[in-house]
């Protein structure tokens, strides 16, 4: 699959392109790519994805602190398992929020010699969200080009949405988000040195760099699985502030103590897939109290990973 960071980047002719944000490819994305890559290929063409980076409600609200549900580079490699051709990181500023609609589909016959356009069932494009559905019928009419307009994938009757998945973490509620995104939400983070407190207490954890734009699930203590290289591990993994000690940090860690494991991983990429929340994160009167609920998460862990979560 080619990556290429702008539409300026790029000259092919007769490609079947969506375009979005597509942040985490939930299962309601992944309709509209697989549709995408189905239809495009069987016509000879290639399936393209036009993506954004910033985010477009990062940039138009000025929103700052974790946001995204994966990185671009992680975007990316989930639409490359579904099969895309071309994706292309188009950064989006203010510049580009005051384009007109007319002026951007311009762009994509020029640069992409666009054929067919899919879009989903509230797409809209351009300034002031002018190029809506029927706008584009327009414009298609204009530039010879063919829309089509996928219906949503609903699910417990509500659309499927990267608000939902970001509504769901916030509550810890990782089950839902799974359910949503149709695969386990997780988090990538180089394996970083901590303060070593967890193998003073018996309890090693790798203490994970994660992305500072991605959003974390709510503090707690996870059921987890945890991908190094081409191994899976379970895991209990907790976010937090870790209050017992140190509650006044402001810094969020995740620490992950993976199951039966004992080797030096530092300066290793380690994956985490979040499966089911234990509990919130707790301030205990002392160090024996803490030591005792972790080995008590770590036993429930284990007994999920092995009853409700095996591999």
Do not use: C
Not at 83 to 104: E, K
């Amino acid at each position: 699959m080619q990556i290429v960071s702008s539409l300026d980047e790029i000259t092919v002719d007769g490609v079947w392109l969506t375009i979005g944000s597509f942040d985490g490819v939930h299962r309601g994305h992944q309709e509209i790519i697989r549709r995408l890559v189905a239809e495009a290929h069987e016509a000879g063409s290639p399936a393209v994805v036009l993506t954004f980076y910033p985010h477009p409600t990062v940039v138009l609200r000025g929103l700052t602190g974790p946001f995204y549900l994966t990185s671009p580079e992680e975007r990316s490699a989930l639409l490359s398992e579904l099969g895309v051709d071309i994706v292309i990181i188009q950064r989006f500023d203010r510049q580009l929020a005051d384009t007109s609609a007319r002026d951007f589909v311009l762009k994509l016959k020029s640069q992409l010699g666009l054929m067919k356009l899919l879009v989903g069932h509230d797409f809209t494009l351009g300034r002031g969200r002018e190029g809506n559905i029927p706008t584009l019928e327009r414009l298609g009419k204009e530039f010879n080009f063919e829309g089509e307009v996928t219906q949503p994938v609903l699910l417990r009757g509500q659309v499927i949405s990267s608000s939902q998945v970001r509504a769901a973490l916030a509550e810890g509620n990782v089950a839902y988000a799974h359910d949503l995104l149709g695969k386990p939400y997780y988090v990538v983070g180089d394996v970083v040195p901590g303060d070593g407190r967890g193998r003073t207490i018996g309890i090693p954890t790798a203490n994970l760099n994660v992305w500072h734009e991605q959003l974390l699930p709510k503090t707690g203590v996870y059921v987890s699985r945890a991908r190094i290289g081409g191994e899976v591990f379970g895991a209990a993994t907790n976010i937090g502030i870790r209050p017992t000690f140190d509650g006044s940090a402001p810094v969020i860690h995740v620490e992950a103590h993976i199951l039966d494991f004992n080797r030096d991983i530092y300066n290793q990429k380690v994956s985490l897939d979040f499966l089911a929340r234990l509990r919130g994160e707790q301030k205990f009167p002392n160090v024996q109290e803490l030591v005792k609920q972790i080995h008590a998460d770590i036993e429930q862990a284990r007994q999920l990973l092995t009853l409700e979560y095996p591999s």
